[in-house]
Each structure stands twice: as structure tokens, then as C-alpha cells.
């Protein structure tokens, strides 16, 4: 009897001792599912916003098209809308802090200290890769639009929230209005539609076709970014705050959108290290 309770005591005891191993393998997980669950609700936002608009619009997220200027060899675009009075081309940011940014300035910042990519200028490279997929007498009705969440305040030019501009900075929450008022605009300028059924159907055959889903692709894509610790169309490095690796743009968003970090940046090993407490 004396035997099996020893036995029952170090069973109990090992089982104790793998526990924490387990709660840091669940705790390392949960971390990553909830950032992609933040990146899914995002999208899963905008996707209702692009659904809810007329019938005579059409739309496509998640769109990867070749793009020869583009480190990769590609162009990875959040979303695109195309409607009879414009193109409309999306980038959508998931940072958290000011916003501070102008016209002809290459580079932005984030709460005055981090450096981030005039999103125009990455937006840009994304146009240009759609021209080249569609007819050149429609390459001058593409909008761009670059979407931030409400954890941003900005400070940028005033012109980007002007309706009359072709370069518009907007919350997430109002991206399909300041759809609507745009294409109001443009109706008054216009008496006739500017794309007709057909050429809007032409239009989105052909971004669609261009469209890669080959996940190998998409990983390779993936993949260069990260080893280039850029986005597409940029030198722009960051780095961890402790040890100086470079990072992804993914992983940097994620660190600038989550409070834990302060908005520093660190590489995934050292995410682990930052608690609350000792920012």
C-alpha cells in the first residue's frame, strides 16, 4: 500500500512539473491566434462595409498580382472596388497611436517616433500594378484609400479628408461612406457613369484571373518580406527594440496595435519576455 501511494505521489508530482511547460505552449498559442484573430476581424469589418454597397459595385479582398518593381515579384492588396465612377484601391493599417504624416513625405510616423511607409506611396505600387492588368484608358479613374483603425488619431495633411481628393485617409469603421460620398461627387462632375456594366465586368474578370491563390506563392511572397524586413516598395527596416533582428511588417503591426508593448517593437522570441510590468 505504502509502495502504490509513492507511486501515486510522483505520478502527481511530474504531472505538476509538465504543467507549466503546457500552460507556456497554450500561452505561446493563444498569443498567435489572437492576432490573427484581430487581422480576420479587421478584414471581416471592411468585408461588410464593401458588401453593403450598391449592386452596381463590385469588389475583391485579398487580391495578389504580379508586380516586376516589387521585391517580391508581386503586389498584395487588401481590397479593390470598382464602381462606375472609380476604381478604388484599399490599404488597410492595424496600428495603434497618432498618425502623423503629409503629402511628399516618404516616410510617416507613428506617435512621433516610429517610422512607417507613406502608405500612398505603398498604395501607389499597388495601382500601377492594376493598370498594367486593364485597358490604359481606365488607368487614370483609380482612388486610393488607405483605412486605419479607431486606435489612430490623425495628424496629417487635411487634403487626405477632403472628398475631392484622390488620396483619402479614413477609419475602418467609416470606409463605405466616404465610398459613397466620393461616387456622389464624381456624379456631380459627371453626367454619365464612367464605367459601363461591361467594362466594370471586363475589369473584374481581369483583376480576378491575375489573382494568385497558390498557397506556395503566397508563403514565397511572404517569406521575402520578411527577409528583406520590409514592405513592398521600401527599404524601410525594423528591428527588435532588445536585440536588433529584423522584422516582418506583420510582426511590427502587431507589436504597435497590442498595449503590452508600449509601442516598441520585438521580435517574436522576445514577445514572450515583455510583461505590463516591466515597459
Not at 480576420?40 to 458588401?51: C, D, M, S, T, V
Not at 459613397?180 to 474578370?205: A, C, F, G, M, W
Request: aromatic share 10%; hydrophobic share 35%; with cysteine.
Amino acid at each position: 500500500m505504502l509502495l502504490f501511494l509513492n507511486f501515486l505521489k510522483k505520478k502527481k508530482d511530474k504531472n505538476k512539473s509538465e504543467q507549466p511547460k503546457i500552460a507556456s505552449a497554450e500561452s505561446k498559442k493563444a498569443t498567435e491566434q489572437v492576432a490573427a484573430r484581430k487581422g480576420e476581424i479587421g478584414e471581416y469589418k471592411i468585408n461588410i462595409q464593401l458588401e453593403q454597397l450598391p449592386k452596381s459595385c463590385r469588389f475583391l479582398s485579398d487580391l495578389l498580382v504580379p508586380n516586376p518593381k516589387a521585391k517580391s515579384g508581386f503586389s498584395q492588396i487588401d481590397h479593390v472596388v470598382i464602381t462606375p465612377y472609380g476604381i478604388f484601391t484599399i490599404e488597410t493599417k492595424n496600428y495603434q497611436g497618432t498618425i502623423y504624416g503629409g503629402k511628399g513625405q516618404k516616410t510617416w510616423l507613428i506617435n512621433g517616433r516610429f517610422k512607417m511607409m507613406n502608405p500612398f506611396v505603398q498604395n501607389y505600387g499597388h495601382t500601377k500594378a492594376l493598370t498594367a492588368l486593364i485597358d490604359k484608358r481606365f488607368s487614370d479613374l483609380f482612388i486610393s484609400i488607405v483605412s486605419f483603425t479607431k486606435r489612430c488619431t490623425f495628424k496629417v495633411d487635411l487634403d487626405y479628408r477632403k472628398i475631392a481628393s484622390n488620396e483619402l485617409i479614413v477609419y475602418d469603421i467609416e470606409l463605405s461612406e466616404f465610398i459613397h460620398r466620393k461616387i456622389s461627387v464624381l456624379k456631380i462632375q459627371h453626367k454619365e457613369p464612367l464605367l459601363n456594366e461591361q467594362d466594370i465586368s471586363t475589369i473584374y474578370s481581369a483583376f480576378s484571373k491575375a489573382n494568385i491563390t497558390d498557397p506556395k506563392t503566397r508563403e514565397d511572397h511572404s517569406r521575402t518580406l520578411k527577409m528583406n524586413g520590409s514592405v513592398e516598395g521600401t527599404s524601410q527596416l525594423y528591428t527588435c527594440a532588445l536585440c536588433n533582428t529584423p522584422v516582418s511588417e506583420k510582426v511590427k503591426s502587431y507589436c504597435l496595435a497590442n498595449k503590452k508593448f508600449s509601442g516598441k517593437i520585438y521580435c517574436f522570441d522576445h514577445q514572450k519576455t515583455i510583461s505590463p510590468k516591466s515597459q
